[in-house]
């Protein structure tokens, strides 16, 4: 099996047009945004590169630039919408099947336990089905947070340097 073919994001970006909201919580011509899955956490995002790449390096100067801008954005519409007291961003990429780069973008809310911050928010994946935020609650937040975002819908507009970039 190829790498692109065992590679989770990739075989999302495949179907980005039929994607559920959770998977298209916004999407630029080098970004797509998704809710994380099996968190007990909602609101915890997911920011990847539209394209195959596994480093940061590997990135081109306008995906660079994107990067930024959106992490900003994404932090911004998380403040928003949960009251988070900030926001994580993190990227490891080492798991079988997502060395696809990608960065979580993780909203930290005043009232987290001392165990879980840093690092140990990793401690809200991976959780039994029964903590993890459901599909439709992913999905509702999703399209909450789109609202928050600039361009506050999943129309397709302008480049990364535009407010309105998002879709």
Not at 105 to 134: I, K, N, T, W, Y
Not at 138 to 145: G, S
Not at 153 to 165: E, F, I, K, L, Y
Request: charged share 20%; glycine share 8%.
């Amino acid at each position: 099996m190829s790498q692109l073919a065992a590679c989770y994001a990739c075989e999302q970006e495949k179907m980005i047009e039929t994607l559920p909201p959770r998977e298209r919580v916004a999407v630029d011509d080098a970004w797509r945004v998704a809710h994380a899955m099996d968190t007990a956490l909602a609101g915890w995002l997911v920011l990847l590169p539209r394209r195959h790449v596994v480093a940061v390096a590997e990135l081109t100067g306008v995906e660079a630039a994107g990067l930024g801008v959106w992490q900003v954005r994404l932090s911004q519409a998380l403040h928003a919408v949960t009251g988070c007291a900030k926001t994580y961003v993190i990227a490891f990429g080492e798991a079988e099947g997502f060395s696809h780069l990608h960065f979580h973008v993780v909203p930290r809310m005043a009232q987290l336990a001392e165990g879980l911050r840093g690092p140990g928010v990793f401690g809200l994946l991976g959780r039994a089905a029964e903590e993890q935020v459901s599909a439709a609650e992913m999905n509702q937040f999703a399209v909450v947070l789109r609202h928050h975002l600039p361009g506050g819908s999943d129309r397709p507009s302008g480049s990364c340097d535009d407010d309105s970039a998002v879709r």
